[in-house]
């Protein structure tokens, strides 16, 4: 590992501001970007970290923005030998390295995964902050911009291993975790599945498809969901929506995302799980031949998504990459 300052300073940088920027870099050896939403402000730090020789880190959720810099990017920093590793917050680590390891638990060749996402909260209740509120009101509005994006890399769909998973409709109720649920729309599933597809062609595993959900709760919040996101899905389509959509965001989320952000009594009686249903094959077992005959169930537990599991997951993925720079596979 290489040696670090012991004293602190702050170092201000603009991300409007070039020069700031690579003095920033030049001065660190890993940058962590939690300066969101990243389609607004995360390229300049990404550019002034591969020009500069700094290994960058964020918590971005947006996979518009995450797929892009894969996309403008990865050359630049292969041949700077610079890591860019996007999503190492809540999004996505708890996702990606829980279908890891659910796939090295089970005895045989896993298949299909799917999760549940389950966030539970004190009696005053829970809340986001603004900025996250942000990424999604943008990231919907300029959906149809990601389909578009994905055609440029040109990659040949993964291969179905075994029986092919039905899809789940836009709302349901669970009896996994026993209340109705919903997609979930955050960046886990590009981040498994851009994992799945390098260790299918680097390292000629058997992929695993993945689907996300999220725990909605009961009809209440069905009804209340279902007005709301009617709502929100109309704003987004226009400049004036979504202007009062991110002026007013504690209104038009129902208190869900505020510029404030949580209470720390909100924070520290918050807790999330996620949860994994996995099916394959045993041992011995042909997957091309029948119907999947074993499954496994399997759980990450954490404290508060946003302010506490997020910090804890950015930092040691920064400390794994000081230390663990050499078994990394080479590639940005």
């Known amino acids: 590992m290489p040696e670090l300052r012991t004293d602190v300073e702050i170092i201000v940088a603009d991300v409007s501001n070039e020069e700031s920027l690579a003095i920033m870099c030049q001065q660190g050896l890993v940058i962590l970007n939690c300066v969101g939403p990243y389609r607004f402000y995360g390229e300049p730090v990404v550019k002034a970290c591969i020009e500069n020789g700094a290994h960058y880190m964020d918590i971005c959720g947006e996979p518009q923005f995450l797929e892009r810099m894969q996309l403008e990017y990865h050359t630049k920093a292969l041949d700077r030998g610079v890591y860019v590793i996007g999503s190492c917050g809540f999004d996505s680590i708890p996702a990606d390295l829980g279908i890891l390891y659910t796939q090295r638990q089970f005895k045989g060749t896993l298949t299909a995964v799917e999760s549940f996402l389950k966030i539970s909260s004190g009696p005053e209740g829970l809340s986001g902050h603004d900025a996250t509120w942000q990424s999604a009101v943008y990231g919907f509005a300029d959906s149809g911009s990601l389909r578009q994006l994905r055609k440029k890399f040109g990659h040949k769909p993964l291969p179905v291993v075994g029986a092919k998973v039905k899809k789940r409709g836009f709302m349901f109720f669970s009896k996994e975790i026993e209340q109705y649920a919903i997609p979930f729309m955050g960046s886990d599933p590009s981040v498994v599945k851009r994992t799945q597809r390098f260790l299918y062609e680097e390292e000629q595993q058997s992929p695993v498809s993945y689907s996300a959900y999220v725990g909605i709760g009961g009809l209440f919040s069905v009804v209340k969901l279902f007005c709301g996101g009617l709502l929100f899905w109309f704003m987004v389509k226009f400049?004036?929506?979504?202007?009062?959509?991110?002026?007013?965001?504690?209104?038009?989320?129902?208190?869900?995302?505020?510029k404030s952000g949580p209470t720390m009594k909100q924070i520290e009686n918050t807790s999330f799980s996620?949860?994994?249903?996995?099916?394959?094959?045993?041992?011995?077992?042909?997957?091309?031949?029948?119907?999947?005959?074993?499954?496994?169930?399997?759980?990450?537990?954490?404290?508060?998504?946003?302010?506490?599991a997020t910090v804890s997951a950015m930092v040691q993925a920064a400390v794994t990459l000081l230390n663990e720079l050499h078994s990394l596979p080479r590639r940005s």
Do not use: H
């Not at 009062?244 to 504690?250: K, Q």
């Open 274 to 308: 996620l949860t994994f249903f996995g099916e394959g094959y045993s041992e011995g077992t042909d997957p091309t031949q029948g119907r999947p005959n074993a499954k496994i169930c399997t759980q990450v537990i954490g404290a508060e998504p946003g302010y506490v």
């Open 239 to 258: 400049s004036l929506g979504r202007k009062l959509l991110t002026t007013f965001p504690s209104l038009f989320s129902f208190g869900l995302f505020t």
